[in-house]
């Protein structure tokens, strides 16, 4: 059975950090494009930052470049989302989904796998 879990949500304060986690189970990771998305309550779901199978390409949505960084480990055969400098607008409930295509995309409706969700707040 395909599943994704994330991990490593919490509070944090403006200007800290986190990294988020993406463990897959039932099948690798590697050959799939990968994506983190975002949902805060009342907004659509967003794609954050995404990495394409061969990890030579990444996509960040503007509002969180030079900040936060997508990356892979294929011996853990997990993916991981490096928040760094966070604000109040980054919280939400942040989802890792995968894809077969082989390029990235932002569109959700293009990742078929998805894991259940972890609350990142920012908040002082």
């Known amino acids: 059975q395909v599943q994704l879990v994330e991990s490593g949500g919490g509070l944090v304060q403006p200007g800290g950090s986190l990294t988020l986690s993406c463990a897959a189970s039932?099948?690798?990771?590697?050959?799939?494009?990968i994506g983190w998305f975002r949902q805060a309550p009342g907004k659509e779901r967003e794609g954050v930052a995404c990495?394409?199978?061969?990890?030579?390409?990444?996509y960040y949505v503007d509002s969180v470049k030079g900040r936060f960084a997508i990356s892979r480990d294929k011996a853990k055969n997990t993916v991981y989302l490096q928040m760094n400098a966070l604000k109040p607008e980054d919280t939400a409930v942040y989802y890792c989904?995968?894809?077969?295509?082989?390029?990235?995309?932002?569109?959700?409706?293009?990742?078929?796998?998805w894991g259940q969700g972890t609350q990142v707040t920012v908040s002082s």
């Open positions: 989904a995968a894809s077969r295509l082989a390029v990235v995309t932002a569109a959700p409706n293009e990742y078929p796998y």
């Open positions: 039932g099948f690798t990771l590697n050959g799939y494009a």
């Open positions: 990495i394409s199978p061969s990890d030579r390409q990444r």
